[in-house]
């Protein structure tokens, strides 16, 4: 979005059917829900593995969501 907006002559765009800073907006703010959403479920999960009922959820998803909560973890707190 930096670039897109970096490269903007100024002129309005009357094309575009959202401003761009709306969808900057909105992207920035479910990239922080996501890190709230990955603790979450790891928390949810937690619990139902503890009463034996982690079986409901398929592997390739807890897998793809560890992988994830990494990824932002990195992102959000140790690349700054």
């Known amino acids: 979005m930096h670039f897109v907006e970096a490269g903007h ?3 309005a765009v009357t ?8 969808v900057e ?5 479910l990239g922080l829900v ?4 990955n603790i979450i479920f790891f ?3 937690a ?5 034996k009922k982690a079986k409901q959820i398929p ?4 897998i793809f969501n560890f992988i994830a909560l990494l990824g932002e ?3 959000y707190f140790i690349d700054k």
């Not at 094309?15 to 709306?22: G, I, K, R, T």
């Not at 907006?25 to 703010?29: D, K």
């Not at 592997?59 to 807890?62: A, D, H, P, Q």
Request: aromatic content about 14%; overall charge neutral.
């Open 43 to 45: 928390i949810a999960f």
């Open 15 to 22: 094309d575009a059917a959202v401003p761009l800073q709306f």
């Open 34 to 37: 996501s890190l709230l959403v």
């Open 59 to 62: 592997l390739w998803i807890v």
């Open 25 to 29: 907006g909105t992207i920035a703010v």
């Open 73 to 75: 973890v990195y992102w």
């Open 9 to 11: 002559n100024g002129k």
């Open 47 to 51: 619990g139902m593995a503890t009463v």
